[in-house]
């Protein structure tokens, strides 16, 4: 998958509608500390549904919203869009949308989608917000120190096998499930009998 095009309004620093476009070749992103090049690569992230706090540098979910300066007012929402080209071809376009108190929305190809959604479309890509493509500051340190299981989970990762894994939970839950109402069902057919 390549990433094209990265929108984003109100997340993090990035209070007015900003666009980064990734053409092909080598992208460098450079500026003075604090400038908000780490927020870009979180706000990768974060549209691919990342929410821990340890990720995002932050506190709370509510927290990439642009917070507000001396001179300007925070601001109620923030909203990253991500546009891409799968290896097929296809076109893909994954929107993140938080509102101050009321949570995130996520939309793919302008369909409204649940979370799990857009991990499952980042997953079978081989890629999404653990993937080990995306660096961060400390990260090869890391990685070096990993245990031989996390280890194996970012080579799942990379390899596009780790949504196969949450699609298995899914089912081994529905079994037990199905399981569970086929012996209730027996207990009742037993009490007609
Ligand atoms: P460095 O080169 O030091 O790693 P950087 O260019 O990667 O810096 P970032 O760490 O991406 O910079 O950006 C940090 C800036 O983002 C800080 O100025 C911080 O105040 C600002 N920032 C982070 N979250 C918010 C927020 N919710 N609202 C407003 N500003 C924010």
Redesign the pocket.
Known sequence: MLIRKLKLAG???F?EPSELRIEPGLTGVV????????????AIRWVMGENSPKSM??GGMD???????AQRP?RDF?EVVLDAVRDDGEELQVTRRIERGAGSAYRVNGRDVRAKDVSLVFADAATGAHSPALVS?GKIAAVIAAKPAERRMMLEEAAGIAGLHVRRRDAESKLKQTEANLARLEDLAAGLD
């Open positions: 997340f993090k620093s209070v500026g003075p500390n604090g400038c908000g090049k780490s927020n870009l690569l979180e540098r932050s927290d990439v919203i642009f917070a507000g300066t925070p923030a500051q």
